[in-house]
């Protein structure tokens, strides 16, 4: 019989391989070189480091990450030892996509701030990035996008460089995989002398990983009014959190941008159906038979009279999620950081809510849509 362990916060997972294999579970950290030694597939997420420290010996043949990212996973060291490992690109990419609207919507309020005059430069324009790009349109926002990956496959035409990024942007959006080596590394690609070249008036947003921005040279340049603000979603050392940094943030969440039950749902559908493929067995089509309804309510009013197009589409937005919650629980307890990821609530994307729009424009009705709220 099959052996597989389990992170035992992946959702919707227990009980699916049970017919099929023995199935451990433990905490991501936890899962140790004894524990793996005689399995024959992980399942995993982010915390626990698949390389040859975890695996050198064990009979492990396949690793399934429930996420987008798998710097996790030491994938040329699994590749030379003929480990498969399989990733979930794109699972979480409409729950990114709603965070950064929920970001967007605070930081307008807070700063007053108008979409339609300001320009979202995007880095890193693959599944998440492109969707965060829709998203700042559908607002009324001007995008730039800098993919160089994409840029050199798919020629020049819609992409600027990192530079014209930094410059031309009010808001600039992180949405890369983290990498140290190669042209396009990312880790620390917002270094001290690239943070120095930001103008007092932009906003720094992180979501994608922690490294990818220094830190230090990010807490630096807010304690000087160096930049406007910042807001992260991840963290260099985390589950660790620089306490003078938090302080200084606009908003800060811990490592939860992609968390919503369906991209969770997606996560884990693909890494079943990659164990699926992998070993035969009859789960090829498998996905959660019924995800959890809203905390909030599901169908629900917009006045429309007397507002803006932009107050419309963000009462809209923050009723499906308010970022200001997961800023204020990481603030009250940091050292809980991984407690508020393993007991995240339920969050719901855009498409599990429907807006009985009143009053509103066709443009108003046609943007929530685009976002992905149903509407009557």
């Given at each position: 019989m099959l052996k597989v362990v389990c992170d035992d916060k992946i959702?919707?997972?227990?009980?699916?391989?049970?017919?099929?294999?023995?199935?451990?579970?433990?905490?991501?950290?936890?899962?140790?070189?004894?524990?793996?030694?005689?399995?024959?597939?992980?399942v995993t997420r982010t915390r626990?480091?698949?390389?040859?420290?975890?695996?050198?010996?064990?009979?492990?043949?396949?690793i399934t990450t429930a996420t987008i990212g798998y710097d996790h996973i030491d994938t040329e060291w699994c590749e030379s030892l003929g480990i498969v490992w399989k990733n979930a690109p794109g699972c979480n990419s409409s729950s990114v996509q709603q965070y950064i609207a929920s970001v967007l919507c605070v930081l307008a309020e807070r700063f007053n701030l108008h979409f339609k005059?300001?320009?979202?430069?995007?880095?890193?324009?693959?599944?998440?990035?492109?969707?965060?790009?829709?998203?700042?349109?559908?607002?009324?926002?001007?995008?730039?996008?800098?993919?160089?990956?994409?840029?050199?496959?798919e020629g020049q035409?819609?992409?600027?460089?990192?530079?014209?990024?930094?410059?031309?942007?009010?808001?600039?959006?992180?949405?890369?995989?983290?990498?140290?080596?190669?042209?396009?590394?990312?880790?620390?690609?917002?270094?001290?002398?690239?943070?120095?070249?930001?103008?007092?008036?932009?906003?720094?947003?992180?979501?994608?990983?922690?490294?990818?921005?220094d830190n230090l040279a990010l807490k630096n340049a807010l304690k000087t009014g160096r930049i406007k603000a910042a807001v992260l979603d991840v963290w260099e050392n985390e589950p660790e959190v620089d306490l003078e940094l938090l302080n200084l943030l606009a908003l800060a969440t811990p490592h939860i941008a992609g968390y919503s039950a369906d991209g969770k749902a997606n996560g884990t559908a693909t890494s079943i159906r990659a164990l699926a493929a992998f070993f035969g067995l009859p789960l090829n089509e498998w996905e959660p038979s019924q995800l959890p309804a809203p905390r909030q309510m599901p169908e629900f009013m917009v006045d429309a009279a007397g507002k803006s197009f932009q107050e419309v589409l963000c009462e809209a937005i923050l009723h499906s999620y308010d970022i200001r919650e997961d800023d204020a629980a990481l603030r009250d307890n940091p050292a809980l950081f991984e407690r508020q990821r393993g007991d995240y609530p339920v969050r719901r994307e855009f498409q599990a809510f429907t807006v009985k729009l009143q009053g509103g424009t066709p443009e108003e009705r046609s943007a929530l849509n685009k976002l992905g709220f149903l509407s009557e």
């Amino acid at each position: 019989m099959l052996k597989v362990v389990c992170d035992d916060k992946i959702p919707f997972l227990k009980g699916v391989l049970e017919p099929y294999a023995k199935v451990v579970y433990l905490p991501g950290q936890e899962i140790s070189a004894e524990i793996v030694k005689d399995a024959d597939a992980i399942v995993t997420r982010t915390r626990t480091i698949c390389d040859k420290t975890l695996l050198e010996g064990s009979s492990v043949k396949i690793i399934t990450t429930a996420t987008i990212g798998y710097d996790h996973i030491d994938t040329e060291w699994c590749e030379s030892l003929g480990i498969v490992w399989k990733n979930a690109p794109g699972c979480n990419s409409s729950s990114v996509q709603q965070y950064i609207a929920s970001v967007l919507c605070v930081l307008a309020e807070r700063f007053n701030l108008h979409f339609k005059d300001l320009t979202l430069g995007v880095v890193g324009v693959g599944h998440v990035g492109s969707k965060v790009a829709a998203t700042a349109e559908s607002l009324g926002m001007k995008v730039l996008l800098c993919d160089p990956p994409r840029a050199r496959e798919e020629g020049q035409e819609g992409f600027v460089n990192l530079d014209e990024i930094v410059r031309s942007s009010d808001i600039i959006t992180l949405h890369v995989p983290l990498s140290q080596e190669g042209p396009d590394a990312t880790w620390h690609m917002f270094d001290s002398e690239r943070i120095a070249s930001m103008r007092p008036n932009q906003i720094l947003i992180n979501s994608s990983r922690g490294p990818v921005v220094d830190n230090l040279a990010l807490k630096n340049a807010l304690k000087t009014g160096r930049i406007k603000a910042a807001v992260l979603d991840v963290w260099e050392n985390e589950p660790e959190v620089d306490l003078e940094l938090l302080n200084l943030l606009a908003l800060a969440t811990p490592h939860i941008a992609g968390y919503s039950a369906d991209g969770k749902a997606n996560g884990t559908a693909t890494s079943i159906r990659a164990l699926a493929a992998f070993f035969g067995l009859p789960l090829n089509e498998w996905e959660p038979s019924q995800l959890p309804a809203p905390r909030q309510m599901p169908e629900f009013m917009v006045d429309a009279a007397g507002k803006s197009f932009q107050e419309v589409l963000c009462e809209a937005i923050l009723h499906s999620y308010d970022i200001r919650e997961d800023d204020a629980a990481l603030r009250d307890n940091p050292a809980l950081f991984e407690r508020q990821r393993g007991d995240y609530p339920v969050r719901r994307e855009f498409q599990a809510f429907t807006v009985k729009l009143q009053g509103g424009t066709p443009e108003e009705r046609s943007a929530l849509n685009k976002l992905g709220f149903l509407s009557e």
